[in-house]
């Protein structure tokens, strides 16, 4: 959209399969690929070699196509990388000024267990700019998905939900925000 360049890095999803998912939504991540616009990282193997390779492994990645924007997925996942809470918070720490200081948007995904209501581990929603949450509950016996932003620094934005649908077409706003006090 901005014309810049991107980053994916997965620790749990190849290439191979990101690509299958995104032909299902008629993107070409491969077109993509081809240009130079966007770079896919499959951590898999680099995880088991310590989590400052992986580190190295993006960024060498970021720099390799002068990319502008970074998904890291996910967040859940690396964390279970580390034998302590504080080496995690370090470790992340470290490298979100890393990301900031090459001038790079990120967004990390971070998965919440079903039922859940505790984001990530109590830390990484404070490190970051910005929180977005994908919410999903049942409803009259059916899956209503939500969208909302509790946090987003330095802009104001409204605290609302929203009801969202994955169509063929991709991600879906519906139109009547969810009042603050009837979200979970």
């Known amino acids: 959209r901005c014309n810049e360049n991107g980053v994916y890095a997965s620790v749990i999803e190849s290439g191979e399969k990101l690509k299958r998912n995104a032909r299902r939504f008629g993107w070409d991540l491969d077109r993509l690929e081809k240009e130079g616009k ?91 700019d910005g929180l977005v949450v994908l919410d999903a509950s049942f409803d009259n016996s059916r899956v209503r998905r939500r969208i909302y932003i509790p946090k987003m620094r330095g802009t104001e934005h409204r605290l609302e939900g929203y009801d969202y649908y994955i169509t063929r077409e991709g991600f879906a706003l519906a139109p009547t925000p969810i009042p603050p006090d009837k979200i979970r």
Do not use: Y
């Open 38 to 128: 966007l770079q896919l990282v499959s951590l898999q193997s680099t995880m088991k070699a310590g989590v400052s390779t992986a580190l190295e492994t993006v960024l060498e990645a970021l720099h390799s196509i002068n990319a502008r924007r970074l998904v890291f997925d996910s967040l859940s996942a690396l964390m279970t990388a580390f034998e302590s809470t504080a080496e995690a918070r370090s470790f992340l720490h470290i490298m979100l000024k890393f990301l900031e200081a090459a001038n790079c948007t990120t967004l990390m995904i971070s998965e919440v267990p079903w039922g859940k209501q505790q984001l990530g581990t109590n830390f990484e929603e404070f490190l970051g």
